[in-house]
């Protein structure tokens, strides 16, 4: 179970930071920010 836990994790992490990317991209296109 844990070894499986682990992956899934990461795949979070990483789907998190690639949105904090996407909403600073837009707010700075967008707000200007």
Known sequence: ?????VPNY?????KLQLNILIIN???WN????
């Open 10 to 14: 990461n795949m979070k992490q990483e």
């Open 1 to 5: 179970m844990e070894g499986g836990h």
């Open 25 to 27: 991209d837009f707010k």
């Open 30 to 33: 967008v707000l200007g920010f």
